[in-house]
T-cell receptor, first 112, second 114 residues
Framework: QKEVEQNSGPLSVPEGAIASLNCTYS??????FFWYRQYSGKSPELIMS????GDKEDGRFTAQLNKASQYVSLLIRDSQPSDSATYLC????????????FGKGTLLTVNP | DAGITQSPRHKVTETGTPVTLRCHQT?????MYWYRQDPGHGLRLIHY???????DKGEVSDGYSVSRSKTEDFLLTLESATSSQTSVYFC?????????????FGPGTRLTVL
């Protein structure tokens, strides 16, 4: 059973801090990884994708991938109350991007 | 929003009744998906389609059937709804995301089975 596990949370950080969200995966064949943000009562929204080892930055968001350790993370710098949401990590299935395995999500609350 | 709509957005029904949820997309995507999302379980794949009349099962397909007679429409049917099928149902399509593709989600349907 291929799995994606996320730190269970909930995670609470003060406004302006760095929020760190972590994810491990069991499928060594996975090549592409994605972070989705889901506000309460809304659908998941893609915010970051990463395919290569290392860091990928987009504004206040940095995704990190370490394939040797089977580890993916998302850092949110200068966290804002509007970042409060559930964050879902997903990986492709053995390198086939038409099927994704999702983690159960981590609820992040950013306190003003 | 990847041009995806779902209908109905909310539905309350009774145990034993048939229910059909519709997903409609406007951008000619080949792959379409149905997920359910429940507290403590995350997103779970029910069925997916890789073309007209081409479908396959996901991890929680029991009690559900699907049909895709047109590229733009993917229907999910609960033949005889049960209370365990109370959930939020999301449709998704496979679309472009830089060098690869990933899934983009519709707004969801909240289904309550009494």
């Amino acid at each position: 059973q291929k799995e994606v596990e996320q730190n269970s949370g909930p995670l609470s950080v003060p406004e302006g801090a760095i929020a760190s969200l972590n994810c491990t995966y069991s499928d060594r064949g996975s090549q592409s990884f994605f972070w989705y943000r889901q506000y309460s009562g809304k659908s998941p929204e893609l915010i970051m994708s990463i395919y290569s080892n290392g860091d990928k930055e987009d504004g206040r968001f940095t995704a990190q991938l370490n394939k040797a350790s089977q580890y993916v993370s998302l850092l949110i710098r200068d966290s804002q109350p509007s970042d409060s949401a559930t964050y879902l990590c997903a990986g492709d299935s053995g390198g086939s991007n038409y099927k994704l395995t999702f983690g159960k999500g981590t609820l992040l609350t950013v306190n003003p | 929003d990847a041009g995806i709509t779902q209908s109905p957005r909310h539905k309350v029904t009774e145990t034993g009744t048939p229910v059909t949820l519709r997903c409609h997309q406007t951008e000619n995507h080949r792959y379409m998906y149905w997920y359910r999302q429940d507290p403590g379980h995350g997103l779970r794949l029910i069925h997916y389609s890789y073309g007209v009349k081409d479908t396959d099962k996901g991890e929680v397909s029991d009690g559900y059937s699907v049909s895709r007679s047109k590229t733009e429409d993917f229907l999910l049917t609960l033949e005889s709804a049960t209370s365990s099928q109370t959930s939020v149902y999301f449709c998704a399509i496979l679309g472009s995301s830089g060098p690869t593709d990933t899934q983009y989600f519709g707004p969801g349907t909240r289904l309550t089975v009494l």
